[in-house]
Structures are given as C-alpha cells and as structure tokens.
C-alpha cells in the first residue's frame, strides 16, 4: 500500500525547505494545519478569506497576496507546499529575490504593470487596514492627502501601449522603496503574524501638552511612521514635543535651550512660508561645536508635498552643527 504522507517531491519544495529548520518546518505545518481546519477543506487547503483574515489583508492586497502565494493557479486552494516555498522566497530569499517578490505584489491588478492606481491601492490599504487603530489619526479626512504624499515618491518611467497609465520600473520601484524605507519594511512582512509586532506598523507616540491646538502640530502620526521608519525599534516608542515657535516663541535662543536640554536624538520638523515641510532627524543631543559632529545615523526627510528620506553618503562628516555669534556694534 502507498504512504498517504509521503513527502511531496515537487524540486521547488524539496529546494525550498531547505531554508527552514525542523522546527520552522514544524512551525509552518502547525500553522497550515489550523488554518486548513477553519478552511473546511479536510485539512488539505487554506481558503482565500481564512487566509486574508489570519494576516489581516483585505481587499485587492490581500488578494493579489493570495495570487502569488498560491503560484497563480486561481484555484482557490492555498497548499502547505505553497506556503514554504512563497515564505523561502519571500523572508528568506535574497534581497533581489525578495524585492522582486514585492514588486510584483504591488501589481494588484495584475495586468503585469504597476501604475500609480496600484499603489495607491496599496498604500489605502496600508492606512486603513494595517495600521489604523482606535482612535488614531488614521482614514482622517486629509487620508487621500496624505496617500498621495507618498504616491507622489515614485516616479513612472514606463510608457507601454498594453498599459492604460504610466507604470514603474524595477528600478523605480526601488528607488521608491529607498526614499520610504518604512514602506518597505512592511511590504517586506505581510506574510508574519500581525499580533507578533509585524515591522514597519510601529507608530511613536506622540507626546503634546493638552493645551496646544492640535492643528497647529506639523508631526503628524502618517508622518511620524514615515520618519520613524530609518529608526530602531526602542526609538519608535514616546515622542515628546520639545518646542514650538506658536507656544514657545520665535526666540532661537529658547528654541536652542529647549532642544539642547534634552539628551537624546530629537527630529526638527519646518513648514515654509510655500506649505513644504521638511526637517532632519538628529541622533546626538544638540551642543555648540566649533566644528560638525554627529554620525550616519542622522538623516534628512521630506514630509510635503511628498515623502521622502534622505540618508548621509558618506561623503562628509557634515552631519550636525549649531553655533550662535553674537556682533557687537560700534
């Protein structure tokens, strides 16, 4: 007689688990196994919507995750082959591998393109369903603004007949992710349990006084995530407001005493008098030098009109420096 659970002896999923341990194997079959059971398939399958509901995909997302999980053979039926060989790929393959496998995910319509109207989807989905928690700023009336900022991060070289809008190329795509690298982070997690603290959906808590006017506040919590995602984790935790030219004045001498009293890295946001805002991350507490100090962890941002990140080349030492002069007249 025949063994029922004889391995499976597709190359791909022999070459695949491979990059597992026993136990990760054993993990992963745990995993399939009560996934299957609420899929009412005899344990042999995982169901779409039992799928989307563990990790908390929904929509067109969810969907094309789905598509490519399952190798694209629109059966609706999601085998444990296909989940080992897809978590290879995509947590464990190369940084090539695993970007290749984002790019196409962000394909949503899967037409072979991705346009603007794909990540837009993408980033909707981000915004309302990952990380959109009670009572957070999250699906506000400005969401579209805000999804646009980082839409307006990519760029579209592609002209195609067969395509109905511009559409990125690979190198768009990761020139993208390099200015909005905590998009990346959570495109490059989705398939991770999302109660496990899945990266790239961790949002600083933003600190204000109860008096202040909120609206007068540039850090938005969006433009907090954005920011925070060239951060460490134990970074990405209290957020305390420190000074703010409409409560404290336009004194730089009280801005330079509220920043300078603080020991740890602090982020300088400005909004000019054309509605840009911008500012820089600050990894050293603030200290009069002669010269510039600092490391490579400092960086510049982008906030509006659109968002970016702008990490030190390496070029320069060029990186944090304040200094007051005072003339005396005669």
Not at 39 to 61: A, D, E, M, R, T
Not at 179 to 186: D, E, M, N, W
Not at 238 to 255: M, P
Not at 301 to 330: D, E, H, M, Y
Request: aromatic share 12%; hydrophobic share 35%.
């Amino acid at each position: 007689m025949g063994n029922a659970h004889s391995p499976p002896t597709d190359p791909q999923y022999v070459s695949s688990s491979r990059a597992f341990t026993q136990k990760g194997l054993q993990d992963l079959r745990s995993l399939f196994n009560s996934l299957a059971s609420q899929s009412q398939s005899n344990g042999k399958f995982i169901s779409p919507s039992v799928f989307q509901s563990y990790f908390k995909l929904h929509g067109p997302i969810g969907e094309r995750m789905f598509d490519l999980v399952t190798q694209e053979r629109k059966d609706q039926k999601l085998t444990f082959e296909d989940l080992v060989i897809t978590k290879a790929t995509y947590e464990k393959g190369t940084k090539d591998e695993i970007e290749e496998f984002i790019f196409r995910l962000l394909d949503v319509s899967g037409d072979g393109f991705v346009g603007r109207s794909d990540l837009e989807s993408v980033m909707n989905a981000i915004f309302t369903n990952m990380l959109c928690k009670e009572g957070s700023e999250f699906g506000s009336s400005s969401h579209q603004d805000i999804v646009n900022i980082f839409l307006n991060a990519a760029n579209f070289s592609i002209h195609d007949e067969n395509c109905t809008e511009e559409a990125m190329s690979f190198e768009d795509f990761r020139s993208w992710c390099s200015h909005l690298p905590t998009v990346r982070k959570l495109l490059g997690s989705l398939l991770l349990p999302p109660d496990s603290g899945r990266p790239g959906t961790q949002i600083p808590n933003l600190l204000t006084p109860k008096d202040i006017d909120s609206n007068t506040v540039l850090l938005r919590k969006e433009y907090a995530w954005h920011i925070g995602g060239a951060l460490s984790q134990h970074e990405l935790e209290d957020w305390k407001l420190l000074y703010h030219s409409s409560v404290n004045g336009l004194s730089f001498s009280t801005f330079l005493g509220n920043i300078s009293n603080h020991k740890g890295p602090t982020v300088l946001i400005i909004k000019d008098k054309d509605g840009y805002i911008y500012g820089g991350y600050a990894s050293q507490q603030w200290e009069r030098h002669a010269e510039f100090y600092g490391d490579m962890k400092c960086y510049l941002f982008q906030l509006n009109p659109k968002a970016s990140i702008f990490r030190p080349t390496g070029a320069n030492n060029n990186l944090q420096w304040v200094k007051i002069c005072f003339f005396r007249i005669f």
